[in-house]
Every structure is written in C-alpha cells, then in structure tokens.
C-alpha cells in the first residue's frame, strides 16, 4: 500500500494505492461512480 497524490502540484488530497490493483482507490471509486450498473446494483441491495 501506497499514498499518491490526487492532483499534481497539490499536496492536500491523498488516496491509498494498492500494489495489485491499476488504480488508486480515488479513481476506483469514481469509476463506480460512473458505471450504472453498479449504481443500480447498490442501491437495490436490500442488505
């Protein structure tokens, strides 16, 4: 696991990045964000 700087040349947003993964968790979770099914999936989760 790893900090890495969201925006360049600012030292104020952090997101952890894992060796295993392409992506830092930021952008993981924006690209969830984006993506309806997974939307759709999470909000008719009935857990």
Not at 12 to 34: C, G, I, M, Q
């Amino acid at each position: 696991m790893e900090f890495v700087r969201s925006i360049r040349g600012y030292n104020h947003l952090w997101a952890v990045k894992y060796p295993e993964k392409d992506a830092d968790e930021l952008t993981l979770l924006f690209r969830n964000w984006s993506n309806f099914n997974y939307l759709l999936d999470f909000f008719l989760n009935e857990e």
